[in-house]
């Protein structure tokens, strides 16, 4: 039985993670600031993971074999968190997201090496607790945190870039609602000139993969994907397969949320080759947009 601290872990593939952890036998403990309860069979730890002198008081003496990260968003919280667990925990695993290669544009998939973090720069000056800066800049903060590990680790840690994550009733974001209601409606659906693929994952598969990694001792990024990158418009006919969709292109400005100017596909050949089997976005995209629509 490993002893787990997952850091969030209350809600979509969080929980599913949690849930995964304890049907292996796990003892697990969840901390967070006390706004939600964790799965039934869980721990609770209440925090402020941004206070680190509150994080320190929480955490008391414990130890654990594993942390697994779900809500570490910043170079600065990667900082607090780098300190507080330095002789608490043998692994450390961070979920980080596909939005770190927001700067890439290749027509071929993006492998690890593509975002190097023992070359990203980081400032930890930067205004990282103002919501709206935090989220006009959500890829740089993951990539500023993967490279506040990778430069002087005090565990060994890896990084799960996550794919755009799709199906589950609790699908909270409201981007497979955007279009279900334009269909519904018969609004066009704003998409840029030229409209790319994007790499997705299975809500399960990635809970599934979190787990898997957790039980790995393997550091560094890694990508996390299903096979078969989507356009928007293989979403909207999977959703709606009778209703043909009309689109508006949009030069400048805000586009629909799976609409991309560039190319926006992870490699996983890494993720393979360690051992993890993806599945492919047909076994399971219509199933998942019909679980985020009802």
């Keep these: 039985m490993r002893n787990v601290l997952v850091i969030g872990g209350t809600r979509y593939f969080g929980k599913r993670l949690v849930a995964l952890l304890l049907a292996a036998g796990d003892r697990v403990t969840v901390l967070n600031r006390g706004s939600s309860a964790p799965p039934p069979g869980a721990d609770i730890l209440v925090a402020d993971r941004n206070d680190e002198a509150s994080l320190e008081a929480a955490l008391g003496d414990r130890t654990f074999d594993v942390v697994i990260d779900q809500v570490l968003y910043t170079p600065v919280q990667a900082a607090i968190a780098r300190r507080v667990f330095a002789h608490r925990t043998s692994r450390y695993v961070m979920t980080s997201t596909v939005e770190v290669y927001e ?13 190097d973090p023992r070359t990203v720069a980081v400032d930890l000056e ?35 870039r996550v794919a755009h994550v799709l199906g589950g009733a609790d699908d909270f974001t409201g981007r497979v609602t955007h279009y279900a209601d334009r269909l519904r409606t018969g609004e ?16 399960d598969e990635i809970a599934a993969f979190l787990f898997w990694t957790a039980g790995e001792d393997f550091t560094g990024p890694v990508n996390a994907a299903s096979h078969t990158p989507l356009t928007t418009h293989d979403i909207v006919t999977a959703l709606s397969p009778t209703t043909p969709p009309t689109y508006r292109t949009i030069e400048v400005g805000e586009t629909s949320p799976f609409s991309f100017a560039r190319s926006y596909a992870m490699d996983t050949t890494r993720a393979t080759g360690l051992g993890f089997t993806f599945s492919d976005t047909g076994d399971w995209l219509a199933r998942a947009l019909a679980e985020s629509t009802n």
């Design 126 to 160: 930067l205004p990282w607790s103002d919501p709206e800066f935090l989220d006009a800049h959500y890829g740089e903060g993951k990539r500023q945190a993967e490279a506040v590990f990778a430069a002087s680790p005090d565990f060994p840690y890896a990084a799960v």
């Design 103 to 115: 700067y890439e544009d290749s027509p071929t998939p993006v492998p690890e090496s593509a975002i």
């Design 188 to 203: 066009p659906i704003a998409v840029p000139p030229r409209n790319h693929p994007a790499t997705y994952i299975n809500v």
